[in-house]
Each structure stands twice: as structure tokens, then as C-alpha cells.
């Protein structure tokens, strides 16, 4: 009486698997073409042939991708990309009101806001059968560069002094803030049944590149405002703001290669 229940489940999971895959008899990309992985983390192949310069972008909307094929064949400068998007710089500080009023003190400088974090690269699996590269194979899994931070803002001047008052003071400038963190380099598995050595061709025909993002520079302190100037005192300049600091990288990629 559980049968019929228990086989749509089936059929439904059978089908929810095969619409979350590429599956293609033979994929073949001309000189200089780029070919996108879209809607799906999975890339199945009978053939794969990657004529020079031409390039597979990776799902970043997934954390991990996988390619199977049977039969591939590199040209020169090929490329497999999921690199990490590089992080947003943070915005600037608003800058400090001056004043008209006299003797009055200029208003602060805003901080600078944060960098952006760069992206994570994606992680890839590879899993192949027979594998020619008649030029070179670059995988780029660098993650991405954290943002710069957020320039502090310019500190108000100081109102002008009269005979009774003192001038003002100028503000002080905003703190620059810090960088974004550099995003994870992408974990990097090869898998392949009839290779040749694939540490001997990791390095000079295989380039891989899964280097940790470069952490953001911190933003500048903003200025100091202007001194008010008067005839009994003048007013002291606005101390700059604290320089932001330079934020993490990220970490590198592990690399797993398993050969015939």
C-alpha cells in the first residue's frame, strides 16, 4: 500500500537530480569563447574540448561545482574561473560643518565606513577520464580582494574670534576605517583515471591559482578643520583623524590530486 507513495518520491528525486545538472554528449568552445555555468553546480560531459584562450566560468552562486567528463582537451591559455568577487570600497566620511557663527568650534568629521569583504572563490572538483592539454590549463580560485576602507572626513573649520571671544576651534577629522578582509582561496580537487603524472603537470601545463584575497587598505584619516582666527586668541586646528588599518588576507585553498 507504501508503493506508490514511495515510487513518485523516487521519480521525483530522479528528476529534481537530473534538472540540477548540465549533462551534454559533447561541449566544444571555440577560440577565445567563454562558456557560463549556469543554474546548476554539476557539469557533465562525454567530451570536453576547450580550443585556445577560451575559458569555463563557474557557478559563483554555488559553493562548490563539479565537472565530469570523459574525454577533455585543452588548446593554449584555457581557463577554468571561479575567482571570488572583490569587495566594495567603503564610502568616504561626510565632512565636518565649518561654522559662520563666531568663536564657535567646527563640527567633527564623519568616519569612514568599512570595506567590503572580498568573495570566497569556489571550491571545484574535477573528475576526469583521459586528459590532453596540447598548451596550458590556468584554474583561477583566488579569492577576492577585500575593499578599501572608508576615508575619514575633514573636520568643520572654527568660527572667527571677536573682541570678547575666543576664535573656534576647528573640528577634528573622521577615522579612516579598515580594509575588508581578503576572501578564502577555493579548495581544488583532481580526480582523473588515465593521466599522466599530474604533479608533474601541475606547475607547467596545469597553473593553479587559489590564493587567498588581499585584505583592504585602510581609508586616510580625515584633515583637521581650520583654526577660527580672531584678535584675542585664534582657535587650535582640528586634530587629524586615526588612519584605518589594512585588514586580513584570506586563507589559501586547499589542492587534492588523485592520478590513475
Avoid at 58 to 64: A, E, H, I, R, W
Avoid at 224 to 247: C, F, H, M, S
Wanted: overall charge positive.
Amino acid at each position: 500500500m507504501y508503493r506508490f507513495p514511495l515510487l513518485a518520491l523516487s521519480l521525483i528525486f530522479i528528476f529534481s537530480i537530473s534538472w540540477s545538472q548540465i549533462r551534454l554528449t559533447k561541449l566544444v568552445l571555440d577560440q577565445k569563447e567563454a562558456y557560463p555555468i549556469l543554474g546548476t553546480d554539476i557539469l557533465v560531459v562525454d567530451t570536453l574540448i576547450m580550443r585556445d584562450s577560451s575559458a569555463l566560468i563557474l557557478n559563483p552562486m554555488k559553493n562548490d561545482n563539479f565537472i565530469h567528463a570523459r574525454i577533455t582537451s585543452f588548446g593554449k591559455g584555457c581557463q577554468i574561473i571561479g575567482r571570488g568577487k572583490n569587495g566594495g570600497m567603503g564610502k568616504h566620511g561626510a565632512r565636518g560643518l565649518s561654522q559662520s557663527a563666531p568663536c564657535r568650534n567646527g563640527f567633527s568629521g564623519k568616519d569612514g565606513s568599512l570595506g567590503e569583504r572580498g568573495n570566497d572563490a569556489t571550491n571545484l572538483s574535477l573528475y576526469l577520464t583521459v586528459l590532453n592539454i596540447h598548451g596550458s590549463l590556468t584554474i583561477d580560485l583566488n579569492g577576492g580582494d577585500g575593499g578599501s576602507g572608508g576615508k575619514g572626513g575633514q573636520g568643520g573649520d572654527g568660527g572667527s574670534g571677536t573682541r570678547v571671544c575666543a576664535a573656534g576651534n576647528g573640528g577634528d577629522g573622521g577615522n579612516g576605517a579598515i580594509g575588508g578582509d581578503g576572501g578564502n582561496g577555493g579548495a581544488l580537487s583532481i580526480n582523473c583515471k588515465q593521466c599522466p603524472d599530474l604533479h608533474l603537470l601541475i606547475g607547467e601545463k596545469i597553473i593553479i591559482k587559489n590564493y587567498g584575497g588581499f585584505g583592504g587598505v585602510g581609508g586616510d584619516g580625515g584633515s583637521g578643520g581650520q583654526a577660527g582666527l580672531g584678535p584675542v586668541r585664534d582657535g587650535k586646528n582640528g586634530k587629524r583623524g586615526i588612519e584605518g588599518v589594512r585588514a586580513v588576507q584570506g586563507k589559501t585553498g586547499l589542492i587534492s590530486v588523485i592520478g590513475n
